[in-house]
């Protein structure tokens, strides 16, 4: 199985902030990396996919990026609605795994 | 839009059958993906396995033994089955879309959770 590794696994930001998650698959996955967003009670949310597209309807300040095994999600200016927690997902080979999630707090 | 609702009993007895059932509404199953996944409360998320409409299923070596997944077209509905539970399947499980069958998850149902216990 691909192992994917997310850094932090959480982390305290306040609004405004820009805030840089990472995600590291144990092996080549091209840009075959998805983002999710989720809150408590709720299935995640699909935020972007093929490593750096923007799923619609998702606002602009969230963008993807990387390829190979190193991705990061950047959040450009924090909003009160972005606390949450954050997985990444590969689907370049089966079994699909997703990263351990990263849990955003404010600060 | 497509909307999906998990539906099935929130409590399975270990060494039973898990069987849970996904409606789709606002769009046909046909010409899509659809997998399964869960997440252990307070837990992360582990995918299950997927179907399409053509029969075409892929499961997690983790889970293949025990889980089968299927799509039933004239009632616009996938389901699963996880026979022989045991706690350690004690879960929220969801159905999500994927457009191909090496795709992003684009839309997912609320959950439903499945607990084991005697």
């Given at each position: 199985d691909i192992q994917m590794t997310q850094s932090p696994s959480s982390l305290s930001a306040s609004v405004g902030d820009r805030v840089i998650i990472t995600c590291r698959a144990?092996?080549?996955?091209?840009?075959?990396l998805n983002w999710y967003q989720q809150k408590p009670g709720k299935p995640p949310n699909l935020l972007?996919?093929?490593?750096?597209t923007l799923q619609s309807g998702v606002p602009s300040r969230f963008s993807g990026s990387g390829s190979g095994t190193d991705f990061t999600l950047t959040i450009g200016s924090l909003q009160p609605e972005d606390f949450a927690t954050y997985y990444c997902q590969q689907s370049?080979?089966?079994?699909f795994t997703f990263g351990q999630g990263t849990r955003l707090e404010i600060k | 839009q497509v909307q999906l609702q998990e539906s099935g009993p929130g409590l399975v007895k270990p060494s039973e059958t898990l069987s849970l059932t996904c409606t789709v509404s606002?769009?046909?199953?046909?010409r899509f993906y659809w997998s399964w996944i869960r997440q252990p409360p307070g837990k992360g998320l582990e995918w299950i396995g997927y179907s399409d409409d053509s029969g075409s299923t892929n499961y997690n070596p983790s889970l293949k033994s025990r889980v089968t997944i299927s799509l039933d077209t004239s009632k616009n509905q996938v389901s699963l089955r996880l026979t022989s539970v045991t706690v350690a399947d004690t879960a929220v499980y969801h159905c999500a879309r994927h457009?191909?069958?090496?795709?992003?998850?684009?839309s997912w149902g609320q959950g439903t959770l499945v607990t084991v216990s005697t």
């Amino acid at each position: 199985d691909i192992q994917m590794t997310q850094s932090p696994s959480s982390l305290s930001a306040s609004v405004g902030d820009r805030v840089i998650i990472t995600c590291r698959a144990s092996q080549n996955i091209r840009t075959y990396l998805n983002w999710y967003q989720q809150k408590p009670g709720k299935p995640p949310n699909l935020l972007i996919y093929a490593a750096s597209t923007l799923q619609s309807g998702v606002p602009s300040r969230f963008s993807g990026s990387g390829s190979g095994t190193d991705f990061t999600l950047t959040i450009g200016s924090l909003q009160p609605e972005d606390f949450a927690t954050y997985y990444c997902q590969q689907s370049y080979n089966y079994p699909f795994t997703f990263g351990q999630g990263t849990r955003l707090e404010i600060k | 839009q497509v909307q999906l609702q998990e539906s099935g009993p929130g409590l399975v007895k270990p060494s039973e059958t898990l069987s849970l059932t996904c409606t789709v509404s606002g769009g046909s199953i046909s010409r899509f993906y659809w997998s399964w996944i869960r997440q252990p409360p307070g837990k992360g998320l582990e995918w299950i396995g997927y179907s399409d409409d053509s029969g075409s299923t892929n499961y997690n070596p983790s889970l293949k033994s025990r889980v089968t997944i299927s799509l039933d077209t004239s009632k616009n509905q996938v389901s699963l089955r996880l026979t022989s539970v045991t706690v350690a399947d004690t879960a929220v499980y969801h159905c999500a879309r994927h457009p191909g069958s090496r795709n992003w998850f684009d839309s997912w149902g609320q959950g439903t959770l499945v607990t084991v216990s005697t």
